[in-house]
């Protein structure tokens, strides 16, 4: 019985490391094995001629088993070892002790014990050397694939082994890293073929075939030869599958790096089949030697910016200016004399840098400043990256900041400096002041007086929320997370207050809670200062910006009159029961305030009980249906405007009609849905009780508060009028709220769980059209106000959500509404929602897509935007969707794509048997029987511009080998 064993840890080294090429600890300078893998060759050497013990064993291990590129030299490796070893021997010192009176004198043995590495430690090495031998020729340890065993017994002494070795290393983690360092820097060749059990496997063997030819090229030749010819472009690794990974350059660790800078890739596959994992260990072994020997080439151009893995970069560049860049990364501005006329101070170089990106970067303040003086434009970067001033500003170099200002730099958008950790991260921790929003790095730096500017600018806005994407097979690349804004002016703040700032609290207090569309961002800042016993900073703020934390700007002026006074009780009364002042009249409320100024209890519980009242008949009226008495109220209040509450608006859609929501909305109501929360200031005065009374008599209902969005609401009423009202008031949640109420996006209800399967044809026609839970009235009037408050166009998305669920039903209802297929902005993310693999991918929603031509003609790349045929043949479970798109969407059956594949040839690499057998019936061929002349040219081209050695899959087996001297 063969036994199976997930290989977890070597999967890590194959892919954390590999991705992560920092992820290996620092070297220790007092070890020999890491030294030899972290210091430059000729430092070693440098060393090794004072007599370093250190560097003389680590140079004899590289001599002697030829690591990093350098020759095998095993007389020179056994002289370095002999020093090594002389120099940790112990020293024999003889003494004279002259006699006394004459006496004859004598001599002494004195003998010093060695420092250093004796035999025994050496002999500890040598055989961690061994292990690591053993196991850079084991390729699944290489891999992330999964090792086979014959059976218990074969795995126990597997895994035997591996922890016998490790201890020999010094534990799993140094053996780990030290596998990983061996593999990728022993000489090149040699490398594990498949085993091709299956005779007919010709993918298997292509493979072989292929990691035959990599051991026959000399990497390191290739390398050099092209950076001869100018060609510095590095080699870099992917894998899409079966552990996702950003692409890494191998061998190698670079400060900066682009796609446009990499010439040859390999990127593994979202397929595990024969030959993959020796093919990927060769491919990535083969780059790393590769990229090595182009980052130690003398004329290499980027050595500040490239080095070894593990081995850092120089610390400038030391070439020849010949543009702005290259000065500024000279760290010496001095240089900036030799830049020749003519140059463009802020032209990017080949990384997409300017010169002051790279001062930026190399935190080099006085070139930094030279590069303005010279008039470097700070507006001018690479909007992937953090600007200048943000750059400046999270380094605390604030005059530098103040500079970049001056010459134009602005604080909007994202600054870019916080990593949010992918599409698994869950972003920043929001309880502290990480930085990563300007407030944040301002407060850092102590810039107090740009926040100041900045907010009298508007500009004090928190980090907009960002979408991070991943790619998914073979669509549209979807948004997996959103982080939401971060406001670190209040935790700054607060942390000022436990520390009893007194400094940062004057400087923060009049920008904090600044964030008026979020009414709990005021009250988030009042709320600690109350309960923290701050009672003097509570009123201070409530004097200002705090009052913000009322619930209507109404009710804000009784607040600012009660912190005036310096009436705390009367505040925090406030804070627990004002919510319903803004329906008292202006005049009434006038008095409120001035109750409130001098702390007058009872006559604010006569206004609290006032307006409980007022809110009370509302109410009432409302579900009375009495119109006319909504009316008057509503004209008679202060302010409708209302923010962190149950709004008399959303009763008014709840349980009203559509003449009293314009009634309200005409008073100044938002539209907006307002999630109320539980909050109290903690009132515990004399009125308490008859207070709570008030609260309870007229408390509002339940069902007023459920969170539901109101528009959506509005729609399962079933009332157009009054959607329409809330739509032209301004509501912003109407494309939300559509694909909610369709449920769309999400996979439907009943997917049978054999989708994934590639054996068969899977017929979905029977799963429900429209969400089956889901009011679709709701769904076709908000469809209808959709298209008329943003025009018919804006329903694409939606209708992209609809084909993902096959609701045939929803998207026909999108088109009734006005959506013009034919017109859609981007075609190839419907194809894609409909034919990814675990979607419904109905033939009849490909139908309607046909019927309202759905163009199937897009700007193409060579992964996302297939053309739909070639999207059906890989993705689609039903295989009746292929013959659909030929017989009635006329689609070419051998048409080539970006890739010079045909949909058959798709459909074999994906392993379609059902889709494969329904192409052929069509008359589908691949691309070197479709059009030969045009695929000969191509595998020709392919020769010279991509390494074919190095794709994973069958790929044209027969195609040429890459050229001498290396292809890229």
């Given at each position: 019985?063969?036994?199976?064993?997930?290989?977890?840890?070597?999967?890590?080294l194959?892919?954390?490391?590999?991705?992560s090429?920092?992820?290996?600890p620092?070297?220790?300078?007092a070890d020999?094995?890491?030294?030899?893998?972290?210091?430059?060759i000729?430092t070693l050497?440098?060393?090794?001629?004072?007599?370093?013990?250190?560097?003389?064993?680590?140079?004899?291990?590289?001599?002697?088993?030829?690591?990093?590129?350098?020759?095998?030299?095993p007389?020179?490796?056994?002289?370095?070892?002999?020093?090594?070893?002389?120099?940790?021997?112990?020293?024999?010192?003889?003494q004279?002790?002259?006699?006394?009176n004459?006496?004859?004198?004598?001599?002494?043995?004195?003998?010093?014990?060695?420092?250093?590495?004796?035999?025994?430690s050496l002999?500890?090495?040598?055989?961690c050397?061994t292990a690591l031998?053993?196991?850079?020729?084991?390729?699944?340890a290489?891999?992330?694939?999964?090792?086979?065993?014959?059976?218990?017994?074969?795995?126990?002494?597997h895994?035997?082994?591996?922890?016998?070795?490790a201890?020999?290393?010094?534990?799993?983690?140094?053996y780990?890293?030290?596998?990983?360092?061996?593999?990728?820097g022993?000489?090149?060749?040699?490398?594990?073929?498949?085993?091709?059990?299956?005779?007919?496997?010709?993918?298997?063997?292509?493979?072989?075939?292929k990691?035959?030819?990599?051991?026959?090229?000399?990497?390191?030749?290739?390398?050099?030869?092209?950076?001869?010819?100018?060609?510095?472009?590095l080699?870099?690794?992917?894998?899409?599958?079966?552990?996702?990974?950003?692409?890494?350059?191998?061998?190698?660790?670079?400060?900066?790096?682009?796609?446009?800078?990499?010439g040859?890739?390999?990127?593994?596959?979202?397929?595990v089949?024969?030959?993959?994992?020796?093919?990927?260990?060769?491919?990535?072994?083969?780059?790393?030697?590769?990229?090595?020997?182009?980052?130690?080439?003398?004329a290499?151009?980027w050595s500040?910016?490239?080095?070894?893995?593990l081995v850092?970069?120089?610390?400038?560049?030391?070439?020849?200016?010949?543009?702005?860049?290259?000065?500024a990364?000279?760290?010496?501005?001095?240089?900036?004399?030799?830049?020749?006329?003519?140059?463009d101070?802020?032209?990017?170089?080949?990384?997409?840098?300017?010169?002051?990106?790279?001062?930026?970067?190399?935190?080099?303040?006085?070139?930094?400043?030279?590069?303005l003086?010279?008039g470097?434009?700070?507006?001018?970067?690479?909007?992937?990256?953090?600007s200048?001033?943000?750059?400046?500003?999270?380094?605390?170099?604030?005059?530098?900041?103040?500079?970049?200002i001056?010459?134009?730099?602005?604080?909007?958008?994202?600054?870019?400096?916080?990593?949010?950790?992918g599409?698994?991260?869950?972003?920043?921790?929001?309880?502290?002041?990480n930085?990563?929003s300007?407030?944040?790095?301002?407060?850092?730096?102590?810039?107090?007086?740009?926040?100041?500017?900045?907010a009298?600018?508007?500009?004090?806005?928190?980090?907009?929320?960002?979408?991070?994407?991943?790619?998914?097979?073979?669509?549209?690349?979807?948004?997996v997370?959103?982080?939401?804004?971060?406001n670190?002016?209040?935790?700054?703040?607060?942390?000022?207050?436990?520390?009893?700032?007194?400094?940062?609290?004057?400087?923060?207090?009049?920008?904090?809670?600044h964030?008026?569309?979020?009414?709990?961002?005021?009250?988030?800042?009042?709320?600690?200062?109350i309960t923290?016993?701050?009672?003097?900073?509570?009123?201070?703020y409530?004097?200002?910006?705090?009052?913000?934390?009322?619930?209507?700007?109404?009710?804000?002026?009784?607040?600012r009159?009660?912190?005036?006074?310096?009436?705390?009780?009367a505040?925090?009364?406030?804070?627990?029961?004002?919510?319903?002042?803004?329906?008292?009249p202006?005049?009434?409320?006038?008095?409120?305030?001035?109750?409130?100024?001098?702390?007058?209890?009872?006559?604010?519980?006569?206004?609290v009980?006032?307006?409980?009242?007022?809110?009370?008949?509302?109410?009432?009226?409302?579900?009375?249906?009495?119109?006319?008495?909504?009316?008057?109220?509503?004209d008679?209040?202060?302010d409708?405007n209302?923010?962190?509450?149950?709004?008399?608006?959303?009763?008014?859609?709840?349980?009203?009609?559509?003449p009293?929501?314009?009634?309200?909305?005409g008073?100044?109501a938002?539209?907006?849905?307002?999630?109320?929360s539980r909050?109290?200031?903690?009132?515990?005065?004399?009125?308490?009780?008859?207070?709570?009374?008030v609260?309870?008599?007229?408390?509002t209902?339940?069902?007023?508060?459920?969170g539901?969005?109101?528009?959506?609401?509005?729609?399962r009423?079933?009332?157009?009028a009054?959607l329409?009202?809330?739509?032209?008031?301004?509501?912003?949640?109407?494309?939300?709220?559509?694909?909610?109420?369709?449920?769309?996006?999400?996979p439907p209800?009943?997917?049978?769980?054999?989708?994934?399967?590639?054996?068969?044809?899977?017929?979905?026609e029977?799963?429900?059209n429209?969400?089956?839970?889901?009011?679709?009235?709701?769904?076709?009037?908000?469809?209808?106000?959709?298209?008329r408050?943003?025009?018919?166009?804006?329903?694409?998305?939606?209708?992209?959500?609809?084909?993902?669920?096959?609701?045939?039903?929803?998207?026909?209802?999108?088109?009734?509404?006005?959506?013009?297929?034919?017109?859609?902005?981007?075609?190839a993310?419907?194809?894609?929602?409909?034919?990814?693999?675990?979607?419904?991918?109905?033939?009849?929603?490909?139908?309607?897509?046909?019927?309202?031509?759905?163009?199937?003609?897009?700007?193409?790349?060579d992964?996302?935007?297939?053309?739909p045929?070639?999207?059906?043949?890989?993705?689609?479970?039903?295989?009746?969707?292929?013959?659909?798109?030929?017989?009635?969407?006329?689609?070419?059956?051998?048409?080539?794509?970006?890739?010079?594949?045909?949909?058959?040839?798709?459909?074999?690499?994906?392993?379609?048997?059902?889709?494969v057998?329904?192409?052929?019936?069509?008359?589908?061929?691949?691309?070197?029987?479709?059009?030969?002349?045009?695929?000969?040219?191509?595998?020709?081209r392919?020769?010279?511009?991509?390494?074919?050695d190095?794709?994973?899959?069958?790929?044209?087996?027969?195609?040429?080998?890459?050229?001498?001297?290396?292809a890229h």
């Amino acid at each position: 019985m063969k036994i199976f064993k997930a290989v977890l840890p070597a999967l890590c080294l194959a892919g954390c490391v590999a991705a992560s090429p920092n992820a290996p600890p620092g070297p220790d300078a007092a070890d020999p094995l890491m030294l030899a893998f972290s210091s430059r060759i000729e430092t070693l050497e440098d060393r090794s001629r004072a007599n370093d013990q250190t560097a003389l064993i680590a140079l004899s291990i590289v001599k002697a088993e030829g690591l990093r590129g350098v020759a095998v030299d095993p007389a020179g490796a056994a002289g370095l070892r002999r020093r090594g070893l002389a120099a940790g021997a112990p020293t024999q010192i003889t003494q004279y002790i002259p006699g006394i009176n004459g006496a004859p004198g004598r001599t002494n043995l004195i003998i010093l014990p060695g420092h250093g590495f004796s035999s025994a430690s050496l002999s500890r090495i040598d055989h961690c050397v061994t292990a690591l031998k053993a196991r850079s020729a084991d390729t699944a340890a290489f891999f992330p694939d999964f090792a086979l065993y014959d059976d218990d017994k074969a795995l126990a002494a597997h895994e035997a082994a591996q922890a016998q070795a490790a201890e020999t290393c010094g534990g799993a983690e140094r053996y780990g890293t030290l596998s990983l360092l061996w593999d990728r820097g022993r000489p090149w060749g040699g490398r594990a073929l498949p085993d091709c059990k299956e005779p007919r496997d010709r993918r298997c063997k292509a493979l072989s075939d292929k990691i035959a030819r990599l051991n026959a090229r000399d990497p390191a030749a290739e390398a050099h030869a092209a950076v001869a010819r100018g060609d510095a472009r590095l080699g870099a690794f992917n894998s899409i599958g079966p552990m996702p990974q950003g692409w890494s350059q191998p061998g190698v660790d670079c400060k900066r790096w682009t796609r446009e800078m990499v010439g040859k890739w390999h990127v593994n596959q979202d397929v595990v089949l024969p030959g993959d994992r020796e093919h990927t260990s060769a491919s990535v072994a083969f780059i790393a030697a590769y990229n090595r020997a182009v980052v130690t080439d003398p004329a290499f151009p980027w050595s500040d910016v490239c080095a070894e893995t593990l081995v850092a970069p120089l610390d400038h560049y030391p070439g020849p200016v010949r543009r702005w860049t290259e000065a500024a990364r000279s760290g010496d501005p001095a240089r900036l004399a030799e830049v020749p006329a003519g140059q463009d101070i802020n032209a990017p170089d080949a990384l997409g840098l300017t010169a002051l990106d790279w001062a930026m970067r190399r935190r080099d303040e006085p070139m930094a400043m030279a590069l303005l003086d010279a008039g470097a434009d700070p507006t001018r970067f690479d909007p992937d990256t953090p600007s200048p001033l943000a750059l400046a500003l999270s380094q605390k170099r604030v005059a530098l900041a103040r500079r970049l200002i001056d010459r134009g730099a602005r604080m909007t958008g994202d600054p870019g400096v916080c990593d949010y950790g992918g599409p698994w991260g869950g972003g920043p921790d929001r309880s502290k002041n990480n930085g990563c929003s300007w407030a944040g790095m301002m407060i850092q730096a102590g810039a107090f007086d740009l926040l100041d500017a900045q907010a009298a600018a508007g500009g004090l806005d928190p980090v907009p929320p960002r979408e991070i994407y991943i790619d998914t097979l073979p669509g549209a690349r979807d948004p997996v997370v959103s982080i939401d804004p971060i406001n670190e002016l209040q935790s700054a703040f607060v942390a000022a207050v436990a520390a009893g700032d007194a400094t940062v609290i004057d400087r923060l207090l009049p920008h904090v809670g600044h964030d008026l569309d979020n009414a709990e961002a005021p009250w988030s800042v009042f709320e600690p200062l109350i309960t923290g016993g701050h009672e003097d900073l509570a009123l201070r703020y409530a004097r200002g910006r705090g009052a913000d934390a009322a619930r209507s700007e109404a009710e804000a002026v009784v607040w600012r009159a009660a912190a005036q006074g310096a009436q705390l009780q009367a505040l925090l009364f406030l804070a627990d029961y004002g919510a319903e002042l803004n329906l008292l009249p202006a005049d009434r409320l006038s008095g409120c305030a001035a109750a409130a100024r001098v702390g007058d209890m009872e006559a604010l519980l006569a206004c609290v009980s006032e307006a409980g009242a007022i809110r009370t008949r509302l109410h009432a009226a409302i579900r009375a249906g009495d119109l006319a008495a909504v009316r008057s109220i509503v004209d008679a209040a202060s302010d409708l405007n209302e923010r962190a509450k149950v709004s008399q608006l959303s009763v008014a859609v709840r349980s009203g009609t559509a003449p009293m929501v314009q009634a309200i909305l005409g008073r100044g109501a938002r539209p907006i849905d307002v999630y109320p929360s539980r909050r109290t200031a903690r009132y515990e005065g004399a009125f308490k009780a008859r207070a709570d009374a008030v609260l309870t008599a007229g408390a509002t209902r339940p069902e007023d508060a459920d969170g539901t969005s109101l528009v959506l609401v509005a729609a399962r009423r079933g009332d157009a009028a009054m959607l329409r009202h809330l739509a032209e008031a301004g509501a912003r949640n109407l494309v939300g709220a559509l694909q909610t109420a369709g449920n769309l996006g999400n996979p439907p209800p009943g997917l049978p769980d054999d989708l994934f399967l590639r054996d068969r044809s899977i017929d979905n026609e029977n799963l429900p059209n429209r969400a089956v839970d889901r009011d679709f009235r709701a769904f076709t009037l908000l469809a209808g106000e959709t298209a008329r408050a943003y025009g018919p166009q804006n329903l694409e998305t939606a209708f992209a959500g609809a084909v993902y669920s096959g609701y045939n039903d929803a998207a026909e209802a999108l088109i009734a509404a006005g959506f013009d297929l034919s017109r859609a902005r981007n075609p190839a993310r419907i194809w894609s929602n409909w034919s990814t693999l675990g979607t419904p991918c109905k033939p009849s929603t490909g139908r309607i897509l046909i019927r309202e031509r759905l163009s199937a003609v897009y700007p193409a790349d060579d992964f996302t935007h297939w053309p739909p045929l070639h999207a059906v043949a890989v993705g689609c479970a039903d295989a009746r969707s292929t013959e659909l798109l030929v017989r009635e969407g006329g689609m070419a059956v051998n048409q080539i794509d970006v890739d010079g594949q045909t949909p058959l040839d798709r459909a074999r690499r994906y392993r379609r048997p059902p889709t494969v057998a329904v192409l052929e019936r069509l008359g589908g061929l691949g691309a070197s029987q479709a059009a030969p002349a045009d695929h000969a040219a191509r595998q020709a081209r392919l020769a010279t511009e991509e390494d074919l050695d190095l794709v994973q899959g069958e790929n044209d087996p027969d195609a040429p080998a890459p050229a001498a001297g290396g292809a890229h």
